[in-house]
Nanobody
């Protein structure tokens, strides 16, 4: 079992920044990919950033590429999402998740149903 807890959401004006954190506990070493997803109001869940657990190249959805950055803390049990130049379209509930399968992070990120463990989410609201 892996438990994930997000924090860092809030309200910000367009152009601002936020940093989300996700603390993992449990069998975290068994995860292949760890990632961030978001669900805007009235829209489907979207995978936006993922990284191989323990290091490796990150992957991003086109909608956030160049503005968001995913990273892990030194202890590898914390996942971060640095969000810059936020836009109203970034308003959503943000979730971190862990995938324990063998597929690549780039392939699994658009397929959120593959992810095995999810946090409870943290709300991000961007006003214009």
């Amino acid at each position: 079992q892996v438990r994930l807890t997000e924090s860092g959401g809030g309200s910000v004006q367009a152009g601002g920044s936020l940093r989300l954190s996700c603390v993992a506990s449990g069998y975290t070493y068994a995860s292949n990919c760890v990632g961030w997803f978001r669900k805007p109001p009235g829209k489907e869940r979207e995978g936006i950033a993922a990284i191989y657990n323990g290091g490796g190249s990150p992957y991003y959805a086109d909608s956030v590429k160049g503005r968001f950055a995913v990273s892990q803390g030194d202890a590898k049990n914390t996942l971060f999402l640095q969000m810059n130049r936020l836009e109203p379209e970034d308003t959503a509930m943000y979730y971190c998740a862990a995938y324990q399968g063998s597929l690549s992070c780039s392939w699994s990120l658009p397929r959120s149903y593959l992810y095995d463990y999810w946090g409870q989410g943290t709300q991000v609201t961007v006003s214009s």
